[in-house]
């Protein structure tokens, strides 16, 4: 079992950068594939980037693709999310989870894991 813990949201202006962080507990870490997903009041929760276990494979949502860059240094436990160019729509709770299991995964039932989320809101 792991447990995630993210942290680095904040309110922020249109287009400008911020980093999110998501620290994992527990065993293992190097073993789960990881992801980040956000949710918008009102909205389904969407992906938005995955990572494999081993970083040599990474997976974006078209609307974050070349925006954002997902990265893991699994020595520390720990997986990135830097977001560049952000926009209003962009606004949401990030959410940061772990999948066990073959392959990255792009659904929300792809994953085990979930932290608490962390709020990100862009102002215009």
């Known amino acids: 079992q792991v447990q995630l813990v993210e942290s680095g949201g904040g309110l922020i202006q249109a287009g400008a950068s911020l980093r999110l962080s998501c620290e994992a507990s527990?065993?293992?870490?190097?073993?789960?594939?990881m992801g980040w997903f956000r949710q918008a009041p009102g909205t389904e929760r969407e992906f938005v980037a995955a990572?494999?276990?081993?970083?040599?494979?990474?997976s974006y949502a078209d609307a974050v693709k070349g925006r954002f860059t997902i990265s893991r240094d699994n020595a520390k436990n720990t997986v990135f999310l830097q977001m560049n160019s952000l926009k209003p729509d962009d606004t949401a709770v990030y959410y940061c989870?772990?999948?066990?299991?073959?392959?990255?995964?792009?659904?929300?039932?792809?994953?085990?894991?979930w932290g608490q989320g962390t709020q990100v809101t862009v102002s215009s």
């Open positions: 989870a772990a999948r066990q299991g073959y392959g990255m995964g792009r659904t929300s039932s792809d994953y085990n894991y």
């Open positions: 527990g065993r293992a870490f190097g073993s789960y594939h």
């Open positions: 990572i494999s276990w081993t970083s040599l494979s990474t």
